[in-house]
């Protein structure tokens, strides 16, 4: 009995192939956050697009019944952040006072009192926060540190904004 050999035949279509679903793989991974931004952006315009067309109708102008809608838009949610804000300064305060104080003394000083009598810990924290050792010494690197740090804090507000700006473009061409 013959036995049938079988050849895999492996082309460079094949490879090529492979590689591109590899490669796409990594450029929307390495692209992840604008693509959330631009999926985010047309689900807002989305949204706003049933009320700009309305308004559209009402003015006969479309870039009016945009800026009236979005001109709304940030309205309503400054007055959510004005109403939020004060009840979870109050909730923040609330969890803090059993911090503040424990009978006799304050219980943060006593927590602190006890890391400041381990030396070794006590050094790490006061070095995580001293500039010349994170930058050793480089004012080009302090001025680096400064806006990775304002990036981090800001990037939120920076990416909320630029949401609702791609989707007021977006809503501005009726197509």
């Not at 931004?37 to 102008?61: H, M, Q």
């Not at 059993?98 to 400041?116: A, D, H, M």
């Amino acid at each position: 009995m013959k036995e049938e050999i079988k050849k895999i035949d492996i082309s460079w279509q094949s490879f090529g192939r492979f590689y591109l679903l590899f490669l796409l793989t990594i450029g929307i991974w390495y692209f992840r956050s604008f693509i959330l931004l631009a999926l985010t952006a047309f689900i807002v315009a989305s949204l706003l697009d049933v009320p700009i067309g309305y308004l559209e109708k009402k003015f006969k102008n479309r870039w009016f019944a945009v800026f009236l809608i979005y001109l709304f838009s940030v309205f309503l949610i400054a007055v959510v952040f004005y109403l939020i804000f004060p009840i979870l300064g109050k909730v923040f305060v609330e969890f803090l006072t059993p911090f503040s104080s424990e009978g006799n003394g304050n219980f943060l000083n006593k927590i602190f009192e006890q890391f400041k009598s381990d030396s070794n810990f006590f050094n790490k924290w006061t070095s995580f926060f001293n500039i010349a050792d994170i930058s050793g010494g480089d004012i080009a690197s302090v001025f680096s540190q400064a806006i990775k740090f304002t990036n981090k804090i800001l990037g939120g507000f920076f990416s909320a904004f630029l949401v609702f700006l791609i989707a007021f473009f977006l809503n501005l061409e009726k197509k």
